[in-house]
């Protein structure tokens, strides 16, 4: 055989080997990390630095399966949109990290933990990965709520939904379908709604009305994507030390982690310590929103429920009651928005603390809010308060749009420090009477570079809103709405409170029973604010999401 032959056939062999070389298929673990507060980021690098030792160890005993290839990033250091649906352009535009060799991506969150990511991708090797599917631990309502827009109403109790913090699994082509048609930004699309309140469902339920298995038919609703639950992911480390039970499916490789308690003095919080201020509710400013109307109905719950707790409490309402008493901010009510109403009672609060040193903080809470006030100060502990910060259950609004933004939703409890409070008096301003309060808040923070930072156990419905697991995951601080439920026995099982036979003594205060009415929408707006605000409609109540 001549030498020139001899060439052709090596190049053939050479391309052959080539050809038949099959790349490692990518698994792209995503942490979505809050840039605040800063525990949480510490958590996420935590979790990011734990999966990568976990593969060094993998790779150094040679049992790291060599056709996967590992990727781990946390979402923050590109982009910092705390919903799915709203990051997952960017996962497969601009960073390029959702590519087409991306088999699986694992979602995890600051608190998800990784037990075992041999034992993950193992399970990963089991199931389908050209399948239109995801896989979590599956939540589900058990009535119809609104905080899930009462979708599903009829039968509230079928339809699953991940539970983000414990992780979820999705597939390659699943992610990437999904990437597509939001980007597409179509009007075949079919969004629940312009408002982001659980970010879990509003992804299940989008997947649900705009994937099909099959893109160019139609798709009955049997065959529609529905979460999948996953055994292998679990809802607390608790879950996971139970046995494997033969021909019952792993143990857990994922789960979630409780938030870690900052309650007590600084001698008993650890690592915590450097970075905390012991808090008590001595240090708080409750400033309750109420009127006339609910003066008896609603303010007597409280009274007997977590009143004892707040000594520096504060009753706001449309007339003055010296029975109670309540402090008149000379605004008349309204039925849903409540703007002016809120800066009034801001105004008025800053006037009513004065120079008193003790306070720190101030909390809006509605007169069917619900709270634990001792939780509530070890929230506050690892926060600064001479800083500007904005603490509460965070929602969003037209977060796609140029013009969305984040807010604190009001029936839960708005924290603020006492900066942020005489900023707000400054800069903030209603573009109407009965504008939606916390909405207007959040854009004004927003426009002036104050992030709404999320703080966990702070809920703006009832305990029947929400899926048993994540009440279990962290004690509750908060809740709303006392309609069809007993506030009082919700105080005691959730909040951790007693019962009170009488109201407890509240703090001396100045003689504010008839302040006079306050021009508050003659206020400095806040800058390029109030116009988008306008344009959005969101001047007008029936924008609001009044829970």
């Known amino acids: 055989m001549t030498s020139g032959k001899c060439a052709v056939l090596g190049l053939l062999f050479f391309v052959g080997l080539c050809w038949g070389r099959v790349e490692p ?33 993998l790779d150094l005993a040679e049992i790291f399966p060599g056709d996967y290839t590992l990727r781990v990033y946390v979402m923050h250091e590109l982009f910092n949109y705390w919903t799915l649906l709203d990051a997952l352009p960017h996962l497969q535009g601009q960073t390029r990290l959702l590519g087409a060799r991306t088999e699986w991506i694992i979602w995890c969150q600051h608190n998800t933990r990784v037990s075992s990511l041999r034992g993950l991708l193992e399970q990963l090797r089991r199931q389908d990965p050209m399948e239109l599917s995801f896989h979590g631990h599956a939540l589900y309502d058990s009535e119809a709520t609104i905080i899930h827009h009462f979708s599903n109403y009829k039968d509230p109790q079928w339809f699953p939904y991940p539970m983000l913090s414990a992780g979820v699994v999705f597939t390659g082509v699943l992610l990437r379908r999904l990437a597509e048609v939001v980007a597409s930004n179509t009007q075949n699309i079919t969004l629940r709604s312009d408002f982001s309140i659980d970010a879990s469902h509003e992804l299940a339920r989008f997947i649900y009305d705009n994937i099909s298995p099959d893109p160019h038919a139609g798709t009955p609703m049997s065959a529609r994507i529905v979460l999948k639950s ?17 021909n019952r499916g792993p143990r857990c490789m994922l789960h979630a982690k409780p938030e870690e308690p900052s309650a007590g003095p600084p001698s008993t919080l650890g690592h915590l310590k450097e970075r905390c201020v012991y808090t ?21 719950i409280i009274e007997r429920t977590w009143a004892a707790d707040a000594q520096n409490r504060r009753y706001y309402s449309d007339v003055a009651d010296g029975g109670i008493p309540t402090i008149s901010t000379g605004i008349p009510n309204v039925q849903t928005g409540h703007c002016a109403k809120t800066m009034a009672i801001l105004q008025l609060s800053l006037k009513d603390i004065g120079e008193q040193m003790d306070i720190r903080w101030l909390m809006l809470v509605d007169d069917d809010t619900l709270l634990s006030v001792p939780r509530v100060s070890a929230l506050l502990s690892c926060h600064n308060h001479s800083d500007l910060v904005y603490l509460g259950q965070r929602y969003g609004y037209r977060l796609r749009a140029p013009d969305g933004f984040n807010y604190h939703t009001g029936g839960a409890g708005i924290l603020l420090s006492l900066p942020l409070v005489r900023l707000i008096v400054e800069r903030c301003s209603c573009p109407s009477a009965g504008a939606p309060d916390d909405m207007i808040l959040g854009y004004c923070l927003q426009a002036l570079g104050v992030a709404a930072v999320p703080a966990a156990g702070m809920h703006q419905a009832r305990p029947q809103d929400y899926a048993e697991e994540l009440l279990q995951l962290q004690p509750p601080v908060s809740f ?3 309609w069809n439920s007993d506030p009082e026995y919700t105080y005691r099982r959730y909040l951790g409170g007693s019962l009170a036979n009488g109201s407890a003594p509240m703090a001396a205060y100045k003689d504010q029973a008839t302040a006079a009415p306050l021009h508050l929408l003659g206020l400095q707006p806040c800058p390029d604010g109030v116009g988008l605000l306008q344009e959005a409609g969101l001047e007008s109540s029936g924008k609001h999401l009044d829970l």
């Open 480 to 482: 709303h709405k006392f």
């Open 25 to 57: 298929r990518e698994v792209l673990l995503v942490i979505a990390c809050p840039h605040l507060p800063r525990q949480a980021r510490d958590e996420c690098f935590a979790l990011s630095d734990n999966v990568r030792e976990q593969h060094r160890q």
């Open 280 to 300: 008590t509710g001595s240090h708080i400013y409750f400033a309750i929103k109420t009127c006339a109307k609910f003066h008896k109905e609603r303010i007597t």
């Open 230 to 246: 996953a055994s292998y992911i679990c809802p607390t480390f608790e879950s996971m030390r139970a046995p494997e039970i033969p």
